[in-house]
Each structure stands twice: as structure tokens, then as C-alpha cells.
């Protein structure tokens, strides 16, 4: 008994006291998640990455209950915001987006990237996968992949080729068409796609990649024409277009865009945010939206994304190293 001290109050005090006295441990277990969740978008505003996890974060809002605010921070290809997500506390409060080019890309062209992609991060689930489509100018007479290689093959210099900049996604896809025909191709290094697709709308380089998300306009206005998709199955936005595969068997490249945490995430969170991206996903409307802008949904478990990271590790490890690529 506290003397003096009426026995409402004195019950009051003693829970404060018996607070006071737990392992710190033990008042942190409050139910997750509790306040806004941090989301890393690696790339400035307005790209694919940060339009496709708009609309995906949304449907996390009413799945988690909280708002999830979307931090961009570009540069170094994705590698910047990545490597900030991966010192960031291993609490569930900050997640963040992981592509093809900064997860397995960048890490097999530099050293010096700040995260290594295998064992500083947790991953949750894969979002969307997509292809390149292979363009060519609209006044081009190359209507066929084989017609590329005819033209390469008929010219000392070979063709030219633009690209996002060393080591892009369009750069490397094109070192791979490049190994499996044979033939002479010229690299004309762009900083971003916008401008690479302007030059080859102009005709001043004969053929690029590009994600569906930007060529599909392009097709549509009847400026570039597409003459192949590096996926594994034709895109269905361009049924008429073969797979590049079709012509050169085994040939097939496809991008993704995953969610990663800080390595140390407990199972019971990751786990959550895992199957919560799956039910969002799943949403027929949220894939609609999707494959409007060019991209296909696809959840995933944590353990399928690692082994995604691993193997594209070693294919794009594979194709930098035999084209002597290095980095600006």
C-alpha cells in the first residue's frame, strides 16, 4: 500500500511503476504496422518504376491499413536508393522497389555499388515482370529480325544500336542479340531512353529495345515499328509480333520489378507483406491497369525472389563479362 494516496490513483501509479520495470523488448511489441510505411522508389518521379508502384501502393494502403509514402531517390541506376534501403532499420517500416538493373545489373558491373543484392536486403515479393521490344524507324526497310541480320551482314560497319546509357537493360539485351547472331553491331550510348528512342525515330541509329511502356506510343503513331519482344511467349499487346526466340531459339530476356527490406526483417512481417502484395496483385482491376502500361503482374514468395536475384545475377554477370562491358 502507498500511504496517502486514494486506491484508484495508487492502482494507476503501480502500472506506471510496473511499466517502468519491463525489458525495453517488451513495450516495442506493438502490432505492425502502426504508423506510415516508408516505401524507397530508386529512381526520380514520373519513370516506370515509380508509375507502376503508385497504384500498387494505393491497394497496400487498404490492405495494411496505413499510408505508404513513396521516397524517390535517383541516381547511379537505381543504386543510390537502393543501397540507402538497405541501411535502413529492419523494422517493416521501410520497404522499397529492387528492378533487374540495380538488383543484378549493377552489382555484376562495379564493385562499388554500397549493397550487395544477395545478402544485405529480405526480399518480399516480385511485382511485375516485362520485356523489350525490339524497334526499328518506321522508314526502315528491316521488317524482320532476319532482315536486321541481313543488313548488318551487308554493311563493313554492321548496324548501330542506342541504348539508356553502359549496362542498361537495353544495352545488354542487345549485347545478347548481338552474341547470338553473329553479326557487327555499333553501341551508341544515350543518358536515358527518352532521347535513344528520339534519335532512332529520327533514323539515326537502326534499332534499340525498349520496354513496352514507351514503345507501345511510338508504335501507335506509326514512328517505329517493332520487329520483335525478348519474352518467353509473344506480348499481349503485340500479338502480330514474334518473339525474337522464334527466330533465334533459346533467345528470351524478362525484367522485373520487385519489393525488398533490410536484411533482418522478422519472418512474421515479411511473411505479412508478402501475402498482402499477393491479394493486391491478384486484383483483376490493379492487373488490368498494369498490363495497360505494358507490364504483367507477378507476386511471388520471399524464397522464389531470392532465387529470381540469384540466377539473373549470374545471366547478367555472364553477359557483361563476355562483352568486356564496363562501368562509366
Sequence with gaps: MID???????????AVVAAAAMPLPALAQAPWPNRPIRYI????????????????????????GQPIVIENVGGAGGSLGVARLARSAPDGY?????????????????????????????????????????????????????????????RPQGVSYASAGIGSSNHLTSEMLRSATGVTMDHIPYRGSA??????????????????STALPTIRGGQTRAIGTSGRVRHPLLPEVPTIGETDPGFETVGWMAVFAPKGLPDPIRDRLSAAFGRVLAKPELAARLQE????????????????????????????????????
Design 4 to 14: 496517502g494516496i486514494p486506491g484508484p490513483s495508487r492502482r494507476r501509479l503501480l
Design 41 to 64: 522508389v530508386p529512381f526520380p518521379p514520373g519513370g516506370a518504376t515509380d508509375v507502376i508502384s503508385r497504384p500498387v501502393l494505393e491497394a497496400m494502403r487498404e490492405e495494411l
Design 94 to 154: 521501410t520497404i522499397g522497389l529492387g528492378n533487374t538493373g540495380a538488383m543484378t545489373v549493377n552489382p555484376s558491373l562495379s564493385n562499388d555499388t554500397g549493397y550487395d543484392p544477395l545478402r544485405d536486403f529480405t526480399p518480399i515479393s516480385l511485382l511485375t515482370e516485362y520485356e523489350n521490344v525490339l524497334l526499328v524507324p518506321a522508314a526502315s526497310p528491316v521488317r524482320t529480325l532476319r532482315d536486321l541480320v541481313d543488313l548488318a551482314k551487308s
Design 195 to 212: 532521347q535513344a528512342l528520339l534519335d532512332l525515330v529520327g533514323g539515326r541509329v537502326d534499332f534499340m529495345f525498349d520496354v513496352p
Design 293 to 328: 502500361l505494358g507490364y504483367a503482374q507477378r507476386s511471388s514468395t520471399p524464397a522464389e525472389l531470392a532465387s529470381r536475384v540469384e540466377r539473373d545475377l549470374a545471366t547478367w554477370g555472364g553477359v557483361i563479362r563476355a562483352a568486356n562491358i564496363r562501368a562509366e
